[in-house]
């Protein structure tokens, strides 16, 4: 018994790490898809592609993070600051905008969410010109998603 009981427990922690591994592989495969069905979405629209930001990415990331890690709700507390972070970074920034989520297991899920809503859908087609995407997960794997868009 104890032969089998250690096979299904190294068995586990290679699956286990093998998982951590590709996390956050995993989450940049969704951010770049998330990017990519923005643009085309805006494409089929008529509007320019928005070009991604690291300094805006880091913006929604810690976002993300947050949310994750329950330090602020789903939602947009913090919005000012975000703002003020993305003008420090880009000078002539003068709209900002945010899209947040969780749940969705793939950029066609929370890109299917994002649509379906008025606010949202009005963030993705707005008239800007950068975008930063961050992704993180919480202690159940559950994924958070800020989009953020400045112009």
Not at 82 to 91: E, G, Q, T
Not at 93 to 120: C, D, I, K, P, R
Request: hydrophobic share 40%; aromatic share 8%; net charge positive.
């Amino acid at each position: 018994m104890k032969p089998s009981f250690l096979n299904i427990t190294l068995t586990s922690l290679i699956l286990f790490a093998c998982l951590i591994s590709f996390s956050s592989a995993n989450d940049a495969d969704i951010t770049d898809n998330i990017l990519s069905k923005t643009n085309q979405f805006r494409k089929s629209k008529g509007l320019p592609a928005l070009e991604m930001r690291e300094d805006l990415n880091a913006i929604a990331a810690k976002h993300s993070s947050n949310m994750a890690r329950g330090i602020v709700a789903l939602g947009h507390n913090g919005f000012a600051k975000r703002n003020a972070l993305a003008k420090k970074s880009i000078h002539s920034l003068s709209m900002f905008a945010e899209n947040v989520a969780y749940g969705a297991t793939n950029a066609n899920e929370v890109m299917t969410m994002w649509q379906n809503s008025a606010g949202h859908r009005r963030n993705l087609l707005g008239p800007y010109k950068y975008i930063g995407i961050g992704i993180a997960k919480d202690r159940q794997g559950r994924l958070f998603y800020t989009q953020i868009f400045g112009g």
